[in-house]
């Protein structure tokens, strides 16, 4: 079978089984050359590394194209592993020398073999028609985000033009594992694909959503400023959350941390449809409202925007953040959280809305945009265990100037208590004994003697005269 995809030809029925082969210090660089790989870093004793194994061997046996599987045990070829800057285990890598790319997504069989096809399509796909960038969209070598660069058909451009392509098909390079790139040339077709209006000056970059405006890299476009576009717009402005996607919706950069996720929880019974939650439940009711909230330029560059399903986390939601399904539909703000001197100020921060408050537009507008301006304390749910969240809120009723410290991990605003407890705990330790009353008492009794005895010129006379 010959499968023909943006102008490149697969040959997709010559694949012959592989294996994952054993890779060592000795022979790694020689083995590996400048062939795409797609390699384990691993640790015999890893329990994540023993569930892979017989996934990767599967991906090997299925893999179609010209890609090589290997595996090097850390354990015993630790300076290769140091080299490769493998610090957790599995670490899964693709290599083609000289580039690395650090493969941090979900390793389901599937998934992987999403990755290996990926690696081996163009970083860039030229677009030939809208249908090309149909394609780009679906299926598993898509995404609903799509890169694109104008380019113009004519000759030779500009040096900084020619600067802006190669700066592009960089960028592409680097994150082909994870997103989407493709160029366009014709006008014709361009002025179609960004939505008939007016084209911007050529070349230039830009994001594509189905049903979205196009969004524009309005820097200069270097690989650094396109890596950093890619990075915070790869998230699709609204997503149906679950397994595969949360860790990426959770980990969209913002300045010196990461953006907050706002979150409905949505119970499809009271959608009145059956089944699970499916991405209808974002044109309609409360999820179309949030949809809505999410195309608004304030509120789209503060949040990343999914809902999910209230009845397949039922149990996590009540465990985790006290939420009861009864409850839903319900607005959350999950938060990554800063980065602080190096390391994470919060580990997970949440906003939890008062129940019914998520029911329209207004509301869900107001508690995002007091979540957005630190006016909502963080970790505020209910229960036993949001009670130092409340503390916090009603001490920084009292005094605003306490928000200055939101930054703070949540597990701080235990803390004041907690000094009270031991305070009150060293003072009973340090409780005086019996002498210190004793000296006490003394002391007390030597200054009441001092004061009567400064006192007694004025009494003593008198006594003495009546005495007389
Ligand atoms: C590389 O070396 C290791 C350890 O000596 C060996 O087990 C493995 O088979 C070698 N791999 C290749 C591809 O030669």
């Known amino acids: 079978m010959t499968l023909r995809l943006f102008g490149v030809t697969l040959l997709a029925a010559t694949a012959v089984a592989k294996e994952v082969v054993v890779l060592s210090t000795a022979n790694f660089s020689e083995t590996v050359g400048t062939k795409l790989w797609l390699i384990k870093f691993y640790a015999p004793w890893c329990g994540h590394c023993k569930r892979l194994a017989p996934v990767l061997d599967e991906v090997a046996a299925a893999a179609k194209g010209d890609i090589s599987f290997g595996k090097v045990d850390c354990t015993i070829d630790d300076r290769l592993c140091t080299t490769y800057g493998v610090k957790g285990f599995p670490m899964l890598m693709v290599i083609q020398a000289p580039t690395r790319w650090v493969y941090n997504g979900r390793r389901k069989k599937d998934d992987l073999l999403t990755l290996v096809a990926r690696m081996q399509m163009p970083a860039v796909r030229p677009l030939q028609s809208a249908s090309d960038l149909e394609q780009a969209m679906e299926g598993e070598m898509g995404s609903p985000v799509v890169f694109m660069q104008g380019r113009s058909a004519g000759a030779a451009d500009a040096s ?13 390079h680097t994150l082909k594992h994870t997103d989407v790139f493709v160029s366009a040339a014709q006008p014709e077709l361009l002025r179609k694909l960004m939505g008939g209006t007016e084209l911007p000056t050529l070349p230039f970059v830009a994001r594509l959503e189905r049903g979205e405006e196009p969004r524009l890299l309005t820097e200069v476009a270097t690989q650094a400023s396109i890596e950093a576009f890619v990075g915070t717009q790869r998230v699709p402005s609204f997503s149906l959350a679950d397994d595969s996607n949360f860790g990426t919706l959770m980990n969209v950069p913002k300045g010196n941390g990461f ?22 439940a974002s044109f309609e009711g409360v999820g179309g409202a949030l949809r809505t909230l999410s195309r608004e330029p304030a509120l789209r560059d503060q949040f990343v925007f999914a809902m999910a399903c209230g009845a397949e986390f039922e149990e996590y939601l009540k465990e985790i953040y006290f939420i009861d399904r009864s409850t839903l539909p319900r607005l959350i703000v999950l938060w990554k959280g800063d980065y602080f001197l190096g390391f994470f100020t919060t580990l997970r921060s949440f906003f939890v809305d008062t129940p019914g408050e998520a029911a329209d537009a207004a509301s869900m507008r107001a508690f995002l945009e007091r979540v957005a301006s630190g006016a909502e304390g963080f970790g505020e749910f209910e229960g036993r265990a949001g009670a130092p969240a409340r503390w916090w809120r009603l001490a920084k009723g009292y005094m605003p100037q306490l928000h200055t410290l939101d930054w703070l991990p949540r597990g701080t605003f235990v803390l004041p208590p907690v000094l009270l407890v031991i305070y009150l705990l060293f003072k009973l330790m340090s409780a005086p004994d019996a002498e210190y009353y004793e000296r006490e008492l003394a002391e007390l009794q030597g200054a009441r003697q001092q004061a009567m005895a400064k006192a007694a010129p004025q009494v003593e006379p008198l006594k003495s005269k009546k005495g007389n």
């Open 160 to 172: 900084a033009a020619t600067e802006a392509l190669a700066a592009f098909d960089a960028a592409a």
């Open 259 to 280: 953006m907050p996720l706002a979150l409905l929880l949505l119970d499809p019974e009271s959608t009145g449809k059956d089944g699970p939650l499916t991405m209808d």
